[in-house]
């Protein structure tokens, strides 16, 4: 659900839903936490508060793909901090 604050006027639903598709189209690697609409004469004025869309980090890890190493056992986990790392 996306914070609306109108300033200096009123505006439609209809209105609100389109500036909110706007914004959609505009950032869309980001989600809209919250906008302001300020109506200024002819002219509106948007802005749009973002925050970033959560994604977990998937690495290969000793031949599997893994998010984390909490489901790994004992004998894994300790390749896991075996591992020779390679600075580039």
């Known amino acids: 659900m996306v914070k609306v604050n109108v300033l ?29 609409i300020e109506l200024d004469g002819d002219f509106v004025n948007v802005k749009y508060y973002l925050k970033d869309i959560p994604f977990q980090r998937i690495r290969r890890i000793t031949g599997y793909l893994v998010g984390t190493i909490d489901r790994f056992n004992d004998a894994k986990k300790s390749e896991v901090y075996d591992r020779v790392k390679h600075n580039v």
Do not use: W
């Not at 839903?17 to 302001?36: C, E, F, H, Q, S």
């Open 8 to 36: 200096n006027g009123e505006v439609s639903d209809k209105e609100i839903k389109a500036y909110i598709a706007n914004g959609r189209n505009k950032y869309p690697n980001k989600l809209i936490d919250a906008m302001d």
